[in-house]
């Protein structure tokens, strides 16, 4: 079964530039998560998807940041525009439905697409 | 809100020696999960090993096993036989079981294994 895809892998901008990240989750998994680990840190969480809804953007910044998940599968994240403190690796991750049991809450991360902002 | 705390920032152990990596959390929830996930160099968070709160048996995987102590709050991972492989940084998470619910990390601590 594959893995939550990513892309790209790596990308280097200019500061004030666009950039723009892609996710494709686990095949049945309705919700889509994107996380920003910064070096040294643990991920925290941007914003959380069921399905096509953003369910919890509270840690996304809205003035720069925007993300989008069409038909509730795959889903982008963008910056516009970039700053140096962007500078840091973004997570897609995934799980099923979030219900009552273990498999449900497990969450499976992509390799991360690492951004270095110049 | 819950908090995970990771009181080691960096450890070592030799070769095929084994290791706890310790990992302590704070929630008013019965009901939640926790994780060990690894994050070698190329920035993957692998899953570990996973365990739900209302089992009282340890999860094991293979040289990898917890110490679930619910009441204390704990959550440490043992590593047997440590590999090579092994080196890499360790997160310990936990997520709540009510809907809603969101993964909390620790903030990590780097293992070195050495040859």
């Known amino acids: 079964e594959a893995g939550v895809v990513q892309s790209p892998r790596y990308k280097i901008i200019e500061k004030k530039q666009p950039v723009a990240f892609w996710c494709n989750p686990i095949s049945g998994h309705n919700t889509l998560y994107w996380y920003r680990q910064n070096l040294g840190q643990g991920p925290e969480l941007l914003i959380r998807y069921e399905n096509e809804e953003a369910v919890d953007d509270s840690q996304l910044p809205k003035d720069r940041f925007s993300a989008e998940r069409l038909k509730g599968v795959d889903s982008t994240l963008k910056i516009q525009p970039a700053e140096l403190g962007d500078s840091a690796v973004y997570l897609c991750a995934s799980s099923q439905r979030a219900g009552t049991d273990l498999l449900g809450n497990t969450i499976y991360f992509g390799e991360g697409s690492w951004l270095t902002v110049v | 809100a819950q908090t995970v705390t990771q009181s080691q920032p960096e450890m070592s152990v030799q070769e095929a020696e084994t290791v706890t990596l310790s990992c302590t959390y704070d929630?008013?929830?019965?009901?939640?999960?926790l994780f060990w996930y690894k994050q070698p160099p190329s920035r993957q968070m692998i899953l570990v090993i996973r365990q739900e709160a209302y089992k009282q048996q340890n999860a094991t995987e293979n040289r990898f096993s917890v110490n679930f102590q619910k009441a204390a709050k704990s959550f440490s991972l043992k590593i047997s036989d440590s590999q090579l492989g092994d080196t890499a940084m360790y997160f310990c998470a936990f997520r709540p079981g009510n809907a809603g619910n969101m993964l909390t990390f620790g903030g990590g601590t780097r293992l070195m294994v050495k040859p």
């Open positions: 929630t008013s929830e019965n009901n939640y999960y």
